[in-house]
């Protein structure tokens, strides 16, 4: 938030829209994952969870801004975070399993997403009730935040600050050494389906947090606020994960075509360009 706490009327209008838009984007994603068998599980699995996310994330923010000046909204505060960091975890999972397979050639394991369920739920819920214990979440004009002085402001730098940047930069060393990697095969599915679709969803989560971890990076470290109208922007871009998912996944043609019932054919295990992360893997090892 801006250093003062406070947004304008017009100001919470308008995120408010991107938020509820996100809001039932990302349930309808999440129920065409659930309901249409039209993504391999390892791509279903990771979207439905973020779209989750996205949900909580898009429905806390908006509860936040509006009953701000009626209730203390720091446990809306609380599930916000959770669904904010979760989304983080997932994009390093995306990465990572890309790694093993384009680059160390090893077989993806279904069995290591059960570890990062509970590395993105159980594990962060747990972690993030503990400015809570400690009281280190504080009102601040109309809002609850994390308190960024004295010992309490432990949690700001342990939850947030240094875990943006350390999972940023590891995200994008994989990313950059995958791209270096690609580029010199000469497999063009395997090119099309980790540049338009392994990297999408990772990026897309850089994009949306790096801005708010700098702007909140530069209020912490040099008390100097950022401008209102880039906090806007931040809560806004914030708010629009769920629709950036949204436009992500009926840019891809053989979902919208089966959408849009033009095709006969069940298009399971079937993603970019009719090429499954599953068709990558067998590509890559044999």
């Given at each position: 938030?801006?250093?003062?706490?406070?947004?304008?009327?017009?100001?919470?209008?308008?995120?408010?829209?991107?938020?509820?838009?996100?809001?039932?984007?990302?349930?309808?994603?999440?129920l065409i994952c659930l309901l249409k068998n039209i993504l391999e599980s390892f791509?279903?699995?990771?979207?439905?969870?973020?779209?989750?996310?996205?949900?909580?994330?898009?429905?806390?923010?908006?509860?936040?801004?509006?009953?701000?000046?009626?209730?203390?909204?720091?446990?809306?505060?609380?599930?916000?975070?959770?669904?904010?960091?979760?989304?983080?975890?997932?994009?390093?999972?995306?990465?990572?399993?890309?790694?093993?397979?384009?680059?160390?050639?090893?077989?993806?394991?279904?069995?290591?997403?059960?570890?990062?369920?509970?590395?993105?739920?159980?594990?962060?819920?747990?972690?993030?009730?503990?400015?809570?214990?400690?009281?280190s979440y504080l009102d601040k004009g109309e809002f609850c935040m994390l308190a960024?002085?004295?010992?309490?402001?432990?949690?700001?730098?342990?939850?947030?600050?240094?875990?943006?940047?350390?999972?940023?930069?590891?995200?994008?060393?994989?990313?950059?050494?995958?791209?270096?990697?690609?580029?010199?095969?000469?497999?063009?599915?395997?090119?099309?389906?980790?540049?338009?679709?392994?990297?999408?969803?990772?990026?897309?989560?850089?994009?949306?947090?790096?801005?708010?971890?700098v702007a909140r990076s530069i209020e912490t470290f040099t008390n100097y606020c950022?401008?209102?109208?880039?906090?806007?922007?931040?809560?806004?871009?914030?708010?629009?994960?769920?629709?950036?998912?949204?436009?992500?996944?009926?840019?891809?043609?053989?979902?919208?075509?089966?959408?849009?019932?033009?095709?006969?054919?069940?298009?399971?295990?079937?993603?970019?360009?009719?090429?499954?992360?599953?068709?990558?893997?067998?590509?890559?090892?044999?």
């Amino acid at each position: 938030m801006s250093c003062d706490g406070n947004i304008s009327l017009s100001s919470t209008y308008i995120i408010s829209a991107f938020c509820l838009i996100s809001f039932c984007l990302s349930i309808i994603v999440m129920l065409i994952c659930l309901l249409k068998n039209i993504l391999e599980s390892f791509t279903s699995r990771i979207i439905i969870c973020m779209s989750i996310n996205d949900a909580v994330c898009s429905l806390s923010l908006f509860l936040y801004i509006i009953l701000a000046k009626f209730m203390n909204n720091c446990i809306l505060l609380y599930s916000f975070y959770i669904g904010f960091m979760s989304n983080y975890v997932w994009a390093l999972y995306i990465a990572i399993t890309l790694r093993e397979i384009i680059i160390n050639k090893s077989s993806h394991n279904a069995n290591y997403f059960k570890y990062w369920l509970i590395l993105a739920y159980p594990f962060l819920i747990t972690l993030y009730t503990m400015p809570f214990i400690t009281g280190s979440y504080l009102d601040k004009g109309e809002f609850c935040m994390l308190a960024e002085t004295g010992i309490q402001s432990l949690w700001l730098y342990l939850l947030f600050i240094i875990p943006f940047y350390i999972f940023t930069i590891i995200i994008l060393i994989i990313l950059a050494n995958i791209y270096f990697v690609c580029r010199k095969t000469d497999k063009n599915p395997l090119k099309t389906i980790v540049i338009k679709r392994g990297y999408i969803y990772p990026l897309l989560v850089l994009i949306i947090i790096v801005p708010e971890s700098v702007a909140r990076s530069i209020e912490t470290f040099t008390n100097y606020c950022v401008s209102g109208d880039f906090t806007i922007f931040m809560l806004v871009l914030i708010s629009s994960h769920g629709i950036l998912n949204a436009i992500t996944l009926v840019s891809n043609e053989n979902i919208r075509r089966f959408l849009l019932n033009k095709s006969n054919t069940t298009i399971e295990n079937i993603s970019v360009e009719g090429y499954s992360f599953l068709d990558m893997m067998n590509d890559v090892l044999t």
